[in-house]
């Protein structure tokens, strides 16, 4: 039985959008714009629905907060006029997105991560929209209770997220990330490589809880000659601060829309512009606090890659850190392992209870408990190319044999089938 299956990606990083726009080709329509930014391979790229297609499926991708993208969509398929006024960004969004579900009238629903938007807005559309036979998360990092609300089926990404939400009733299967074996046709794999260890993705802070254990690791090696960071906080704090009052402005107006108009009325009239200068100066001393690791170490951290270029600098370097969240706890699984593995990086990566699930450890990776052991693994092999060279073949083989974009949809459809 086929099926026609709509997925929604919401990107998480806005410096990926920045990104985009600095490097985009002048695209005029809603299919040349969307092509041009799943080219590029930013993140979860259209790799999902074409394979979707080739077993016989209808598969469309919704890249949710692409605004621009969204409002060509809307210009070519739908005349509904209330979008036009709508003034909310977020509320503009989500109309847009239940006129998109009208026009394909998908029998799945699935979101790459979660919802985009409230848990009663997701009942909406699984109440009104009854043609939707199953709503499913492919779910990267744990939600809370309120998040998971009218969800059908919730595939986790680790073994200790799938066990998560099977505790709380919910039909729940494992299904791991995967790499997109396309993206070898889009970089060079014929420049020489450099002997350093590259670490992409977040740095943490001291305020963040999910990234703590990754923020301290990276301060001990902050220091290691041949070791970069890339971090994701350092792209998206610059863009932060050089919006800064703008942000601030529209953070406030949004949680005031809230409150009676007694309350704003009252506010309006007892205000005066001192106080207002004395919230903004306060925000932007808490703002300045060095809490980020590139605040901290700035000539140490470097701003985030995304796409083609990330994967470029990941096959041109012999080595790849991967360091996993806290949600984690005793697995591994995320999304850099298959990324760096498929470029034919050889990854140094966190021993987990899994990790023979998905790679023969000290192998096809080089596997480490602590800093001392990976600092002494790595000691042992960096000199010896061959050893490099071998490790980082056996696990890229490992990647296009077990983790690929086709081998994980032929697993995700078989679910499909057997659950609708």
Same mark, same amino acid.
Not at 141 to 150: E, G, P, R, V
Not at 197 to 201: D, H, L, R, S, T
Not at 383 to 388: S, T
């Given at each position: 039985?086929?099926y026609?299956?709509?997925?929604?990606?919401n990107?998480?990083?806005e410096?990926?959008f920045?990104?985009?726009y600095?490097n985009?080709?002048?695209?005029?329509?809603?299919? =040349?714009?969307?092509?041009?930014?799943f080219n590029?391979?930013y993140?979860w790229?259209?790799?999902?629905?074409?394979r979707?297609?080739?077993i016989?499926?209808?598969a469309?991708?919704?890249?949710y907060?692409?605004?621009?993208?969204?409002?060509?969509?809307r210009l070519?398929?739908?005349s509904?006029q209330?979008?036009?006024?709508?003034k909310?960004?977020?509320?503009?969004?989500? #109309?847009?997105f239940l006129?998109?579900?009208?026009?394909?009238?998908?029998?799945? #629903?699935?979101? &790459? $991560?979660?919802?985009p938007?409230t =848990?009663?807005?997701?009942?909406y559309?699984?109440d009104?929209f009854?043609?939707?036979?199953?709503?499913?998360f492919?779910?990267g990092?744990?939600?809370?209770?309120? &998040?998971?609300?009218?969800v059908?089926?919730?595939?986790?990404?680790l073994?200790?997220?799938? =066990?998560h939400?099977?505790?709380l009733?919910?039909k729940?299967f494992l299904?791991?990330?995967y790499?997109?074996e396309n993206?070898?046709?889009k970089?060079s794999?014929?420049?020489k490589?450099?002997?350093n260890?590259?670490?992409?993705?977040k740095t943490?802070?001291?305020?963040?809880?999910? $990234?703590s254990?990754?923020?301290?690791?990276?301060?001990?090696?902050i220091?290691?000659?041949?070791?970069?960071?890339?971090?994701?906080?350092?792209?998206?704090?610059?863009?932060?601060k050089?919006?800064?009052k703008?942000?601030?402005?529209n953070?406030?107006?949004?949680?005031?829309?809230?409150?009676?108009?007694?309350?704003?009325?009252? #506010?309006?009239?007892?205000?005066?512009?001192?106080?207002i200068?004395s919230?903004l100066?306060?925000?932007?001393k808490?703002?300045?606090?060095?809490?980020?690791?590139?605040e901290?170490f700035?000539y140490r951290?470097?701003?985030?890659?995304?796409?083609?270029e990330?994967f470029?600098?990941?096959?041109?370097?012999n080595f790849a850190?991967?360091?996993?969240?806290? &949600?984690?706890?005793i697995?591994?699984?995320n999304?850099?392992?298959?990324?760096?593995?498929g470029?034919?990086?050889? #990854?140094?990566?966190?021993?987990?209870?899994?990790?023979?699930?998905l790679?023969?450890p000290?192998?096809?990776?080089?596997t480490y408990?602590?800093?001392?052991?990976?600092?002494?693994k790595?000691?042992?092999?960096k000199?010896?190319?061959?050893?490099?060279e071998?490790?980082?073949q056996?696990? &890229?083989?490992?990647?296009?044999?077990?983790?690929t974009t086709?081998?994980r949809?032929n697993?995700?459809?078989?679910?499909i089938?057997?659950?609708?």
């Open positions: 039985m086929n026609k299956i709509l997925r929604v990606v990107v998480n990083f410096t990926i920045d990104t985009f600095k985009r080709i002048n695209s005029d329509n809603f299919l =040349s714009l969307k092509k041009s930014f590029q391979s993140v790229c259209n790799s999902f629905a074409e979707m297609v080739e016989g499926n209808e469309i991708d919704i890249i907060n692409f605004e621009e993208l969204q409002n060509m969509w070519e398929h739908s509904n209330k979008i036009d006024f709508e909310d960004l977020n509320e503009k969004l989500y #109309l847009i006129e998109q579900i009208k026009f394909y009238k998908p029998d799945i #629903l699935y979101f &790459q $991560h979660c919802a938007f =848990s009663d807005k997701l009942k559309i699984k009104n009854l043609f939707i036979k199953k709503i499913i492919h779910n990092f744990l939600l809370n209770d309120d &998040q998971i609300k009218n059908d089926i919730i595939l986790g990404c073994p200790v997220y799938k =066990s939400y099977e505790n009733g919910i729940s299904i791991y990330h790499f997109d993206i070898l046709n970089i794999l014929k420049n490589k450099k002997n260890v590259i670490f992409f993705g943490g802070s001291i305020k963040n809880d999910n $990234h254990l990754r923020h301290n690791f990276i301060k001990e090696l220091s290691q000659d041949s070791f970069y960071f890339f971090s994701v906080e350092k792209h998206r704090s610059s863009l932060i050089k919006n800064f703008k942000i601030l402005r953070l406030i107006i949004n949680k005031l829309k809230y409150l009676p108009d007694k309350i704003i009325y009252f #506010l309006f009239d007892n205000l005066n512009n001192n106080k200068k919230i100066e306060d925000a932007k808490n703002l300045t606090k060095k809490t980020f690791l590139h901290q700035p951290i470097n701003k985030s890659l995304y796409g083609i990330m470029q600098l990941l096959r041109d370097n850190l991967n360091i996993h969240s806290d &949600q984690s706890d697995n591994c699984g999304l850099r392992m298959f990324e760096a593995t470029v034919g990086s050889c #990854l140094l990566t966190e021993y987990k209870t899994n990790l023979i699930d790679f023969d000290d192998e096809e990776v080089v408990k602590s800093k001392d052991e990976l600092l002494s790595l000691k042992e092999i000199n010896n190319y061959k050893i490099i071998e490790i980082s056996k696990g &890229q083989k490992r990647t296009l044999n077990n983790h086709s081998i949809i697993e995700i459809d078989k679910l089938q057997r659950e609708l």
